[in-house]
């Protein structure tokens, strides 16, 4: 008689990732992550069997919500739904062969592991059991080149997994190993790729939005919120902070010339959203620019505006080209949120003429008649504040 299967989602992760003294602080973030990915779902207590996780699916959890959640989940290498059987032998063989039962393939590889030497036969003698009794009882031939079907077999001391299926993760550091970081959002293509990349490298990210309500409509705004909506799933918690620019755009525009209001606004949305970074705790700004994307983007003006900042800016995108980016956006599936027409904040108060190379000395005579903290201040006071969490 078989027993009933335990079946689960086995996981690795990126060995060479985890070196060092950090090792323990990433795995218990990667588990802490996991267990949120499938908080909603009927799963059994989350284990850490010899260098992976096994997570049990109970009552009628489907392999695809386990799936789905784990495709996004930073940290892990690959992942499988694994049937859970003790490490003997005849018993892997009857798993194994009431599974391959029921599918079709005219071609199969054995790929075993023995991750323990107190098993008695090595990795090749269970290739080798297991491959003649499967080729026997489905007439299937072996083929480890280009199989129709892998059996994929891990042997650890106090239990052995079986699957077929081997889905690559999204690799990356788990959410949350390497602090936090404030993201300005805008509503473009390039931005939330940034978001998603600072996340991939471990980062917890606050969102910041700014928006010109009321000289403009609420789509920019409701752009940015499904944007952290959809890059929640990739950390479970979002904050995203949506602040009123209008009235700070309007007051440039009465005080300032022309050619530098836009360096003079992204020093304002720096200013701001470093009072947001510090009130988070967050330890650096995250901007979607691209060197040499548009006018604002020149080597002098990255200069002339970073300028107004303390904590360090990180472009992950700045070598990469627009091509590069939307691809990513399209994978992200950002991509159709972010191309929704809307007015963006910056080029409704913009004029044509901006300029390519700002002096510090140009900037700060700029900037003179603006009482900067009290802008950044007002604009603040009257931010709204959006609380986005995943799975809901
Ligand atoms: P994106 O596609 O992200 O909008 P972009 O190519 O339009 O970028 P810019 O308009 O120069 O480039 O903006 C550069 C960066 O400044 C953006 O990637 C974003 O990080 C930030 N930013 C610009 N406008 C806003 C806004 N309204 N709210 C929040 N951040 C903004
Ligand atoms: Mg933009």
Redesign the pocket.
């Known amino acids: 008689m078989l027993h009933p299967p335990t079946k689960g989602a086995l996981i690795h992760y990126h060995e060479i990732a985890l070196k060092g003294k950090n090792r323990g602080f990433f795995l218990k973030q990667l588990a802490a992550n996991l267990r949120m990915a499938s908080r909603d779902l009927e799963v059994g207590p989350l284990r850490r069997p010899a260098g992976r996780f096994y997570l049990e699916m109970r009552g009628g959890t489907p392999w695809e919500a386990l799936r789905e959640r784990f495709s996004s989940v930073f940290g892990i290498a690959n992942f499988a739904a694994a049937f859970r059987v003790p490490p003997d032998l005849e018993l892997m063989l009857k798993r194994i062969e009431s599974e391959v039962a029921g599918r079709s393939f005219a071609s199969f590889a054995v790929a075993a592991r023995r991750a323990f030497k107190t098993f008695p036969q090595t990795s090749q003698e269970i290739n080798q059991v297991i491959g003649t009794r499967v080729r026997l009882a489905s007439g299937a031939k072996v083929d480890l080149s280009s199989p129709d079907l892998t059996i994929y077999i891990e042997v650890l001391p106090d239990e052995a997994f079986i699957y077929f299926e081997k889905i690559q993760g999204p690799g990356g550091l788990p959410v949350g190993v390497s602090g936090t970081v404030v993201?300005?959002?805008?509503?473009?293509?390039?931005?939330?790729?940034?978001a998603y990349r600072m996340m991939k490298r471990g980062c917890r990210v606050v969102f910041?939005?700014?928006?010109?309500q009321p000289f403009a409509d609420r789509t920019?705004q409701e752009k940015?919120t499904e944007l952290a909506r959809l890059l929640t799933r990739y950390q479970f918690a979002s904050r995203l902070y949506v602040?009123p620019?209008g009235e700070t755009q309007q007051e440039v525009v009465a005080r300032t010339a022309g050619r530098f209001r836009?360096l003079v606004?992204?020093r304002l949305?720096l200013r701001m959203?470093e009072e947001i970074a510090r009130k988070e705790g967050a330890q650096a700004l995250?901007?979607?620019?691209?060197l040499g994307?548009?006018s604002?983007?020149t080597l002098e003006n990255i200069a002339a505006i970073e300028e107004a900042a303390t904590l360090p800016i990180l472009r992950p995108?700045v070598g990469m080209d627009k091509e590069e980016?939307t691809h990513q956006a399209r994978q992200i599936g950002s991509y159709e949120i972010?191309t929704i027409p809307d007015q963006?904040?910056?080029?409704m108060f913009t004029p044509r003429q901006v300029v390519t190379r700002a002096t510090d000395d140009e900037i700060s005579l700029t900037e003179r008649p603006l009482d900067l903290e009290l802008l950044v201040q007002q604009a603040l006071s009257t931010a709204r504040l959006v609380e986005l969490s995943f799975p809901a």
């Open positions: 993201c300005l959002l805008s509503g473009g293509i390039d931005s939330p790729v940034a910041v939005h700014f928006h010109s920019s940015a602040v620019f836009v606004y992204r949305m959203a995250v901007t979607g620019e691209s994307q548009v604002s983007q995108l980016i972010s963006d904040c910056c080029s």
